[in-house]
């Protein structure tokens, strides 16, 4: 099986350790790259390799933030289809009904909680992206 590249974009520093810590304990296939804010995700798509195969956003960072970072995502044609996936703390509807609408692919709200974590995380990395339809019904990961 080939490495499947996964970039995770969030301005918290412990987010991204324990994301990287539970995506390498889930698969030695999966590889993680970490950014800590949106023009670092930017320069890193227009700039591979690794060129990857699913990207988390958070919501949340100063700058620019997950939302008009994932409008630039969008607005490239080389990654316009690329599965962007919003983490965020947020559980505000019209938030989630707004990354929608820009064009995110799924939504998964982040637990404090290490393991509800994880099995969140595992579940959206086991989904096939390239045959997944978002819908409003299935946007969501509920736990």
């Known amino acids: 099986m080939r490495k499947q590249n996964i970039f995770y974009t969030d301005d918290d520093t412990d987010d991204l350790n324990f994301f990287k810590e539970i995506v390498e304990g889930l698969d030695e296939n999966f590889e993680v790259y970490t950014q800590v804010c949106a023009n670092d995700l930017i320069y890193a798509l227009e700039n591979p390799p690794p060129n990857p195969n699913v990207v988390f956003l958070d919501i949340n960072m100063p700058g620019i933030n997950g939302l008009e970072a994932l409008k630039m995502v969008r607005k490239n ?35 404090g909680d290490f393991e509800k974590l994880k099995k969140s995380i595992e579940h959206v990395l086991s989904i096939n992206w390239k045959s997944f339809i978002t819908t409003e019904h299935n946007f969501v990961y509920q736990y």
């Open 77 to 111: 044609t080389v990654t316009a289809d690329l599965p962007v996936i919003m983490l965020s703390t947020s559980k505000d509807e019209a938030l989630i009904d707004k990354a929608r609408l820009y064009g995110a692919t799924y939504y998964l709200p982040k637990s």
